[in-house]
């Protein structure tokens, strides 16, 4: 019994190890991204490297705002991210109570094709889509980033998974009471799955706040650039300018730590339903 | 008035709308388009000629498709054996309530998710310098010797640097899901194993493997989707070459720069749906190896 | 007002974010009145170079606002895919040397830049240029680019290493000369067993450094009548003797993704693990700006020759400015063609910016370009540069450019690691590039 206790032991105290040494290799790259954005290039590439800046500086963040358009982009990503988190909430939300608590001809079809949309590539849409945008004039437009992907079949069938499990009764008793069937979503079935909403929320929000190829491909005047794309420009054929990357990505970060900070719970239970419930 | 009454008829069609209408316009008719244009050879929009089956006969004996083929499947392969597991693994002793600190690792593990890929791939593509770069610094600092590996300069290291970038960027979000699987798990079938006599490695094979069955089958057909189709880490890693001989030049990659580079749309639609083809297959696969849909209802 | 919002804090949050973000948005769309000279550049130096001038332009045309943007390396994609749909492009683009094959395509009237030699031969500039250097921005007897350079190449080297090791520059005439008498520099300064420093740096992983000294040599790879002629015996020996050099440890590739302006190359530099590279007066720009520590120990010459008489320099790389069929003011974008590209005090200040020697022959008389230069020891650079001028090989364009540089570096890299031989690599080369000649079936006629 005693040596089955000492296994035990011996078991957690490697266990404890394991998580350190996991913990250690994730957020080492990070902390040396914070450490190297404040590294002049020079010494970003000496050899053998320096961890720590030897000679911190501030001047990949003062150029950062002098000769890139950061705010701008800043600015272009708030607002692209929160519109089409906005747009693919409200559809999101609407669409799974639509599929979640009625019965209607054709209903299996269409849930049929909603799971299906969600197995095809973008890449296969990506040059026809392309076409598509530039015949209805939405190439360079901030419509063509968002419109094309605002209903998601994947945010559909998360909802609707939550909003299976809203009770009946509640509903009935609603419509009884003379409410609108939009009323009952506004006011008796949002309410009941907020927790679910926020989940939604930060899991656009951060698909969106990263995406990189759809709008390099949309987007063309650089007065429309996002983050991802403006900042990547810093790295290319004729200029290296990790220092000021770095610093970039650093400030990038802000907003999705304090979203995510505030609602890391919702969102942990939010991502693991889709996989839970089959 | 009776229309109005009659809501609880039209008002789910409605609800749903949104989804079809957008789905109908950008997702059929691409799809369509895309199909009539992986027939045609095509320089941008204005010309087209019909080539009938040519483009796929083409892609065949296209070596760099079957190259990016490989390297995309190197990249799977890596994630089934490396990433995945490591998810597991963490999951079962973040799940443990006797581990301290739970909260804090269960962050920090998640938290590469956060940053864009674009920006992960950069700071890695510094991260894997030779001389200057993170990672062969920390390997120098662990083992006696000094390492300069060349991980972006060699067509053998580049792939698993992808790899090992991938790894970082992945594993706490599939931990997650692994980790919310197992907190399904009744505690009774735990205490019915016990009363059986079965010790932690015969409870683990007997109950929580079986029980996480629907979640890892999810995590597996979802990661294979994501792998097959790669594009960011590798594109931004290796400067959009692909690295030294198109080493990790992926499928995606490859029909980016048919489509977008050459203007190549009909070869790159061509692309699309052989990717298509292989990513309908391997699904099926792998559904039917795990005996997806058979279990009970949950 | 949290509790009375149905969709929860987080969408509410995300609700004021996306009014107040509309509001900087909408507000800074409004347009101005003047009209618009769209002008697309690559190249970060490029773009400070013309950014400065703006001003300028448009206190002479006072109803013009010139808009630069710098989109870096997506740029090309982004303006093919523009001139492509017919719609989005900007008036003005720069495009780079590898990448305008792509743009000359299809039938020779759908390409997205007008033809500009009638302009030139009719002001009479066609003349006052280094014509060879208009070779690389025409196909099929139009001229679809101004020339911004010449690139001539020179082989810059570490002045104090090679004194240090008893070499004299002076001494070495060709190539053959340069692989011996270096020899002494390739070392293994930590005594690891491994060699730390080489004589040069070279192109491994890519063709261009290759292509460079082929073109030295009067090869190419493809003739002026858009023949290929990458597999014939003046390449394949050329390649034999460049995969040498790794072999015997006399170059090493350069470092990093980004390749010869990657910062880690030029830390190798900086810390003399490469004695010596090959650049282009573009280059040396960039070198200088990046990493100015490096002054002093530098020197430049001609690149030693390929027998006796031979040409003492090459060149690599290059930029045209194109104006685009849609153009909404060709006469306007012409001036500004010619304010950016012809006008002295435009090539002086590009020079002094750059060190880009600029392709019109009559600036070079001006004294900025015959100045002592301190990051070369005191040393006339632009001399030098005008004095290789003349001698640069012409560099024929073709339309299967991009996809056959794509194919050109993996040709290289697998001689340079033994896969192959040079022979059968190019050969093979060669017919991949032919075929993909013959599968197009648009361009054809």
């Known amino acids: 019994m005693s040596r089955r206790r000492l296994w035990n032991r011996l078991l957690l105290v490697l266990a404890h190890l394991v998580l350190i040494a996991v913990a250690v290799a994730v957020l080492l790259p990070m902390i040396w991204l914070v450490a190297s954005s404040f590294k002049t290039s020079g010494e970003l590439f000496q050899s053998p490297p320096t961890f720590w800046p030897k000679e911190p500086t501030l001047e990949n963040f003062r150029r950062l705002f002098v000769e890139v358009p950061f705010w701008r982009y800043f600015v272009n990503s708030v607002f692209l991210s929160t519109a089409a988190t906005l747009a693919s909430l409200f559809f999101s939300t609407l669409g799974g109570f639509g599929f979640a608590k009625y019965r209607f001809r054709g209903q299996g079809v269409l849930f049929g094709i909603l799971l299906a949309s969600m197995m095809i590539p973008f890449e296969v849409l990506l040059v026809p889509l392309f076409k598509l945008l530039r015949d209805i004039g939405w190439l360079d437009t901030y419509w063509g980033v968002v419109v094309p992907f605002m209903a998601g079949g994947f945010g559909i069938f998360l909802m609707r998974q939550f909003i299976v499990s809203v009770p009946d009764d509640l509903i009935d008793a609603a419509r009884i009471d003379g409410c609108s069937e939009f009323g009952i979503y506004w006011r008796v079935v949002l309410p009941v799955i907020k927790p679910a909403v926020g989940a939604l929320t930060i899991f656009i929000f951060l698909g969106q706040w990263n995406s990189y190829l759809w709008p390099l491909i949309v987007l063309r005047d650089d007065a429309k650039y996002t983050l991802p794309i403006g900042l990547a420009n810093l790295i290319g054929v004729y200029q290296q300018e990790y220092g000021m990357l770095m610093a970039g990505t650093l400030i990038a970060l802000i907003p999705i730590i304090t979203l995510f900070l505030a609602m890391q719970r919702e969102f942990v239970s939010g991502i693991t339903l889709g996989a839970v419930k089959e | ?298 | 007002m949290d509790e009375r919002f149905p969709l929860g804090r987080g969408p509410l949050v995300m609700l004021i974010l996306f009014l107040i973000s509309s509001f900087f948005v909408v507000r800074s769309t409004v347009e101005g009145e003047k009209e618009v000279l769209e002008f697309w550049v690559f190249a970060n130096t490029h773009y400070d170079e013309y950014k400065a001038r703006e001003a300028a332009f448009e206190a002479a045309h006072p109803n013009v606002d010139v808009r630069i943007t710098n989109f870096g390396g997506a740029m090309h994609d982004k303006l093919l895919a523009a001139l492509l749909s017919g719609f989005g492009g900007p008036d003005l683009a720069e495009v780079e040397i590898t990448s305008i094959g792509r743009f000359l395509k299809g039938p020779i009237d759908q390409v997205g830049f007008v033809d500009l030699k009638p302009r030139l031969l009719q002001e009479g500039w066609w003349d006052r240029h280094v014509t060879a250097r208009f070779a690389p921005w025409s196909y099929r007897g139009r001229t679809f680019g101004l020339p911004h350079d010449l690139h001539p190449v020179v082989l810059l080297y570490r002045h104090d290493l090679f004194q240090e090791a008893g070499i004299h520059m002076e001494a070495i005439e060709t190539w053959d000369q340069f692989v011996q008498q270096t020899r002494p520099l390739a070392a293994d300064l930590d005594g690891d067993g491994l060699q730390d420093r080489y004589p040069i740096v070279l192109g491994r992983r890519s063709h261009s450094d290759f292509f460079t000294l082929l073109l030295q040599r009067g090869g190419g790879m493809f003739d002026e009548q858009g023949e290929i002629i990458i597999d014939r015996p003046l390449a394949v020996q050329t390649l034999e003797w460049y995969a040498r050099l790794f072999r015997e440890g006399v170059a090493r590739d350069y470092a990093g993704v980004g390749g010869y302006l990657d910062p880690a190359t030029f830390a190798l530099l900086r810390d003399g693990l490469a004695c010596s590279v090959l650049a282009p007066d573009w280059y040396i720009g960039i070198m200088k700006k990046y990493f100015p520590e490096m002054a002093g120990a530098w020197r430049a010459r001609g690149l030693p020759r390929w027998e006796p008489g031979g040409r003492r320099t090459s060149t690599f790389g290059g930029t045209m400015i194109g104006m685009t069929v849609q153009c909404k003011n060709p006469d306007l974008a012409w001036e500004y063609m010619k304010f950016s590209y012809f006008d002295r005090q435009a090539l002086v200040n590009r020079y002094e910016k750059t060190g880009i020697l600029p392709p019109l022959k009559e600036a070079w008389d001006d004294p900025v370009f015959h100045r002592s230069d301190p990051f070369f020891g005191g040393q006339q650079l632009g001399t030098l540069l005008i004095e290789l001028a003349e001698e640069i090989p012409p560099r024929y364009q073709n339309p299967y450019w991009s996809e056959a540089a794509d194919l050109f570096d993996e040709a290289v890299l697998n001689v340079i690691d033994g896969k192959i031989a040079p022979a059968d690599s190019l050969r093979r080369l060669a017919e991949q590039v032919r075929r993909l000649m013959e599968e197009d079936r648009l361009s054809g006629s």
Do not use: C
């Open chain 2, 1 to 298: 008035m009776n229309f109005w009454r009659q809501q609880t008829k039209w008002a789910p069609y409605l609800f749903v709308s949104p989804f079809f209408i957008l789905f109908a316009i950008f997702m059929v008719y691409p799809l369509l388009s895309s199909i009539w244009l992986s027939f045609h050879q095509s320089r941008g929009f204005q010309y087209q000629v019909f080539v009938g089956l040519e483009n796929f006969a083409r892609l065949f004996r296209d070596p760099l498709f079957w190259k990016s083929l490989r390297n995309t499947f190197y990249f799977a392969a890596g994630t089934f054996l490396i990433q995945l597991p490591l998810a597991l693994l963490l999951a079962l002793i973040v799940n443990s309530r006797r581990i301290k600190g739970r909260n804090f690792f269960r962050l920090a593990f998640f938290s590469p998710v956060l940053i864009s890929g674009v920006f992960i791939a950069i700071i890695f593509a510094l991260a894997y310098d030779a001389r200057s770069g993170l990672v062969n610094d920390m390997l120098s600092r662990l083992l006696p010797k000094r390492v300069l590996i060349p991980w972006l300069e060699n067509e053998r290291w580049v792939m698993p640097a992808v790899i090992l970038a991938g790894v970082w960027r992945w594993t706490g979000f599939n931990m997650i899901y692994f980790l919310a699987g197992l907190q399904g798990i009744r505690q009774e079938l735990y205490e019915a194993a016990a009363v059986d006599g079965a010790n932690a490695w015969q409870a683990f094979l007997h109950v929580t493997l079986p029980s996480l069955r629907p979640v890892i089958t999810f995590v597996l057909v979802f990661s294979m989707i994501g792998s097959l189709q790669l594009f960011d880490l590798p594109y931004v890693l290796t400067n959009g070459g692909g690295g030294p001989n198109d080493a990790a030049t992926t499928i995606v990659m490859y029909l980016y720069r048919h489509g977008f580079q050459f203007v190549n749309l009909g070869y790159a639609a061509t692309i699309g749906w052989v990717l298509f083809g292989i990513l309908v297959v391997v699904s099926l696969i792998q559904l039917r190896v795990l005996r997806f849909g058979r279990e009970e209802e949950a």
